[in-house]
C-alpha cells in the first residue's frame, strides 16, 4: 500500500474508533466532571453502567455522540499520522541500516514525534474549551477549536500552543511504540501461522 493509501486508512481507523468509542467516553467525561459541577447539578452517578443507563434513559441514545466531532476529528488525525508515517519511517531507517527491533522502535518513536507535534495545538484547544468559564456577560471566550488556536495563538504567541510539548510527547510517543511494538509481534505470529 503506498503512502496516501496509509493515510486514508489512518483516517477511517481513526474515525471509526472514536465513533464506536463516543459512550465511553461520554460516560467516562460525565462521571469525572460530575463532583466539580455545583452540588444542585450533580447527577450523582452510581458508577459505569449507573451513569451510562441514565444518559440513555434520561437523555436518549443520540446523547453518547452529541459533541462528538472534535473528538472524531482529533482521532482522524492521529490515525493518519500514526498509520500513515510509521511503515514509511521504517522503510527509511531500513534504508539507512536500521532494522530489527531498533527499526520498529525508531520509526514509532518518530511516528509519535509527528503526531505530537501536529495535535499538540488540537489538544490544547480542546483542553482550554474543556476547562473554560464564562466571563460576566456569560459568553464563553472559545466556541470552536479553530478560533480557540488562533485565539490563543494571538494573544500569547504561537509557541504557546506547544506548551507541555515533552509530557504531551511522553504519553504519544510511549502509546505509539507501544502499539506498534504490539503490531509487529501480532504480525510475526501471523506470517508464522500462515507459512505453516
Known amino acids: 500500500m503506498d503512502f496516501f493509501g496509509r493515510l486514508v486508512v489512518g483516517v477511517l481507523s481513526g ?11 461520554v460516560t467516562l467525561v460525565r462521571m469525572s466532571n460530575d463532583s466539580a459541577l455545583p452540588v444542585e447539578q450533580r447527577r450523582n452517578y452510581k458508577g459505569l453502567v449507573n451513569a451510562a443507563t441514565r444518559i440513555a434513559s434520561e437523555e436518549g441514545i443520540a446523547a453518547f455522540w452529541r459533541g462528538s466531532m472534535p473528538f472524531v476529528n482529533r482521532a482522524m488525525v492521529v490515525g493518519a499520522l500514526q498509520v500513515g508515517t510509521y511503515d514509511q519511517l521504517k522503510i527509511s531507517y531500513r534504508n539507512w541500516g536500521i532494522t530489527g527491533f531498533y527499526n520498529v522502535f525508531c520509526a514509532s518513536m518518530t511516528s509519535g514525534f509527528i503526531y505530537s507535534l501536529v495535535t499538540m495545538p488540537l489538544e490544547s484547544a480542546k483542553n ?5 468559564k464564562p466571563d460576566a456577560n456569560g459568553v464563553l471566550p472559545y466556541r470552536t477549536t479553530i478560533q480557540t488556536v488562533l485565539s490563543v495563538a494571538r494573544s500569547e504567541g504561537v509557541l504557546s500552543l506547544w506548551s507541555g510539548f515533552l509530557p504531551y510527547y511522553g504519553r504519544c510517543g510511549g502509546h505509539t511504540v507501544s502499539m506498534f511494538i504490539a503490531l509487529e509481534q501480532i504480525r510475526s505470529l ?5 507459512q505453516q
Open 128 to 132: 482550554r474549551m474543556a476547562f473554560q
Open 15 to 25: 474515525a471509526s474508533a472514536a465513533f464506536i468509542s463516543c459512550p465511553a467516553e
Open 190 to 194: 501471523y506470517l508464522k501461522a500462515r
